[in-house]
C-alpha cells in the first residue's frame, strides 16, 4: 500500500505555537525542509510534556514514546516520540502506515560549557528547550479518516467524565456533545475524534469513569463501603447486605422529609441506574418516599420475593404498614 507524503506547513506551525510560547522561535541554522527545529525556554518535564500535547493538538497528529533518556547529569529532559501511524507498536493495521515522523524535546542545561557552544543560553530569557519536529508523514494529516483515528485530548476526556457525573448515560453524552459542534457547523471538529470522540472511545471512557466512582463490576461493595461517610455526612442514610445475593437501602434526605406525606402514598417509582445497562441487573425500587435498591443478576426475580414474604401483590400498591415492613426487610439485611 502506497501513501502519500504530507508535508506540514512551518509558518502554519511557528505561528500557532507562538500563541502560547511567546518566546519559541525557529532556530533557521538547524532546520531543513523535512524537519524544523524550535528553541523555546520549556524548564522542566511537565511542560515539555504539555508543549508535546500543545504541538498534537495544532497539528492533528498523535505521539508513542520512542526513546526516554533521563540523564540529570547532560539534559534536564529528553525524549523522542514517533507519530502514531508508525508501525511501532501496532496491532491495528489500519493506524500502522509506516509513519517515520519524529518529534524530540530536549531541555539543556545552563553550564559554561553549554553556553559556548548554544547561543540560544546565553539570552536574558535563556531559551533552553530544542523541540525537533519532522514534517513529513506518510498519512494525510486532515483527512475524516485520520482524524477519526486521534486519541480523546485531556480536557475533552475531563468534560466527558463530568457529563456522566452530571447523569448522562454514554448515548446522551454522545448527543450533547456533538450537538455543541452542530450548533457552532464545526464540521472540522465534528469528525475530530480528539474533540468529539468515537463512540467506541465514549463507551470505553464510561467504564473508567463508572470503575472509579461505581466500583468494578466484580465488587462494587469496596467503592460503596468507601462511599458511606460520605452519603452519611449528607444525610442520606445506607445499609447494605454483601453476600451472594446483595442488597442495598437507601434512604435520602428528601425520601425521610416526604415520609409523613398523605401525597406520597400512593406513588410507587421503579427506576433504573446509571448502571443498568453494564449488569442488567440493577434495579431501583422506590414504595413512596422509600427507595430500596437491590443489585444482583436476579434483581427483578428478588423484588418479586421480597414482595412475596410481605404477603403484597407486585402489581398492587401497597399501604404504608408494608412499606415499613420493607424498609425492615433492608435493615435486617444490614
Ligand atoms: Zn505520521
Same mark, same amino acid.
Given at each position: 500500500?502506497?501513501?502519500?507524503?504530507?508535508?506540514?506547513?512551518?509558518?502554519?506551525?511557528? %505561528?500557532?505555537?507562538q500563541?502560547?510560547?511567546?518566546?519559541?522561535?525557529?532556530?533557521?541554522?538547524? %532546520?531543513?525542509?523535512?524537519?524544523?527545529?524550535?528553541?523555546?525556554?520549556?524548564q522542566? @518535564?511537565?511542560?515539555?510534556?504539555?508543549?508535546?500535547?500543545?504541538?498534537?493538538?495544532?497539528?492533528?497528529?498523535?505521539?508513542?514514546?520512542?526513546?526516554?533518556n533521563?540523564?540529570p547529569?547532560?539534559?534536564?529532559f529528553?525524549?523522542?516520540?514517533?507519530c502514531?501511524?508508525?508501525?511501532?507498536?501496532?496491532?491495528?493495521?489500519?493506524?500502522?502506515?509506516? *509513519?517515520?515522523?519524529?518529534?524530540?524535546?530536549?531541555?539543556?542545561?545552563? !553550564?559554561?560549557?553549554?553556553?559556548? !557552544?548554544?547561543?540560544?543560553l546565553?539570552?536574558?530569557?535563556?531559551?533552553?528547550?530544542?523541540?525537533?519536529? %519532522?514534517?513529513?508523514?506518510?498519512? +494525510? &494529516? !486532515? /483527512?475524516?479518516? &485520520?482524524?477519526?483515528?486521534?486519541? #480523546? +485530548?485531556?480536557e475533552?476526556?475531563?468534560?466527558?467524565?463530568?457529563?456522566? /457525573?452530571?447523569?448522562m448515560s454514554?448515548? @446522551?453524552?454522545?448527543?450533547?456533545h @456533538?450537538?455543541?459542534?452542530?450548533?457552532?457547523?464545526?464540521?472540522?471538529?465534528?469528525?475530530?475524534? =480528539?474533540?468529539?470522540?468515537?463512540?467506541?472511545?465514549?463507551?470505553?471512557?464510561?467504564? *473508567?469513569?463508572?470503575?472509579?466512582?461505581?466500583? %468494578?463490576?466484580? +465488587?462494587?461493595?469496596?467503592?460503596?463501603?468507601?462511599?458511606?461517610?460520605?452519603?452519611? =455526612?449528607?444525610?442520606t &442514610?445506607?445499609?447494605?447486605?454483601?453476600?451472594?445475593?446483595?442488597?442495598?437501602?437507601?434512604? !435520602?434526605?428528601?425520601?425521610?422529609? +416526604?415520609?409523613?406525606? =398523605?401525597?406520597?402514598?400512593?406513588?410507587?417509582?421503579?427506576? /433504573?441506574?446509571?448502571?443498568?445497562?453494564?449488569?442488567s441487573?440493577r434495579?431501583?425500587?422506590?414504595?413512596?418516599?422509600?427507595?430500596? @435498591?437491590?443489585?444482583?443478576?436476579i434483581?427483578?426475580?428478588?423484588?418479586?420475593?421480597?414482595?412475596?414474604?410481605?404477603?403484597?401483590?407486585?402489581?398492587?400498591?401497597?399501604?404504608?404498614?408494608?412499606?415499613?415492613?420493607? #424498609?425492615?426487610?433492608?435493615?435486617? *439485611?444490614?
Amino acid at each position: 500500500m502506497e501513501f502519500q507524503q504530507e508535508i506540514i506547513q512551518k509558518n502554519y506551525i511557528v %505561528s500557532q505555537l507562538q500563541e502560547f510560547y511567546p518566546y519559541c522561535i525557529e532556530d533557521t541554522d538547524k %532546520s531543513t525542509p523535512e524537519q524544523i527545529v524550535l528553541r523555546t525556554n520549556l524548564q522542566n @518535564e511537565e511542560e515539555a510534556e504539555n508543549f508535546k500535547k500543545h504541538y498534537s493538538a495544532i497539528s492533528n497528529t498523535n505521539w508513542i514514546v520512542y526513546n526516554y533518556n533521563p540523564n540529570p547529569q547532560k539534559f534536564v529532559f529528553s525524549k523522542t516520540w514517533l507519530c502514531h501511524h508508525s508501525k511501532r507498536h501496532k496491532r491495528i493495521a489500519k493506524r500502522n502506515a509506516d *509513519c517515520k515522523a519524529k518529534l524530540s524535546i530536549v531541555i539543556k542545561k545552563i !553550564t559554561k560549557a553549554t553556553k559556548k !557552544t548554544d547561543k540560544y543560553l546565553k539570552y536574558d530569557m535563556p531559551l533552553v528547550g530544542e523541540v525537533k519536529i %519532522s514534517l513529513l508523514h506518510t498519512h +494525510n &494529516t !486532515t /483527512s475524516a479518516e &485520520t482524524l477519526r483515528m486521534l486519541r #480523546v +485530548n485531556d480536557e475533552v476526556r475531563q468534560q466527558f467524565y463530568q457529563y456522566f /457525573s452530571d447523569g448522562m448515560s454514554p448515548i @446522551e453524552a454522545i448527543r450533547f456533545h @456533538e450537538n455543541k459542534f452542530l450548533l457552532e457547523d464545526n464540521f472540522i471538529g465534528l469528525a475530530n475524534a =480528539s474533540l468529539n470522540p468515537t463512540h467506541n472511545q465514549i463507551y470505553y471512557l464510561h467504564e *473508567c469513569w463508572r470503575d472509579t466512582n461505581l466500583g %468494578s463490576s466484580i +465488587n462494587p461493595f469496596d467503592k460503596l463501603k468507601e462511599k458511606v461517610p460520605f452519603y452519611e =455526612s449528607i444525610g442520606t &442514610t445506607v445499609k447494605f447486605h454483601d453476600d451472594h445475593l446483595w442488597a442495598v437501602l437507601l434512604v !435520602t434526605p428528601l425520601m425521610k422529609r +416526604n415520609h409523613p406525606l =398523605s401525597s406520597s402514598k400512593e406513588i410507587i417509582f421503579i427506576d /433504573s441506574t446509571a448502571s443498568k445497562q453494564r449488569y442488567s441487573s440493577r434495579a431501583a425500587f422506590s414504595p413512596w418516599h422509600w427507595r430500596i @435498591e437491590i443489585y444482583n443478576q436476579i434483581s427483578g426475580y428478588l423484588i418479586r420475593a421480597l414482595l412475596r414474604t410481605l404477603g403484597a401483590d407486585p402489581k398492587r400498591p401497597m399501604n404504608k404498614s408494608e412499606v415499613a415492613a420493607m #424498609v425492615l426487610i433492608g435493615s435486617q *439485611c444490614n
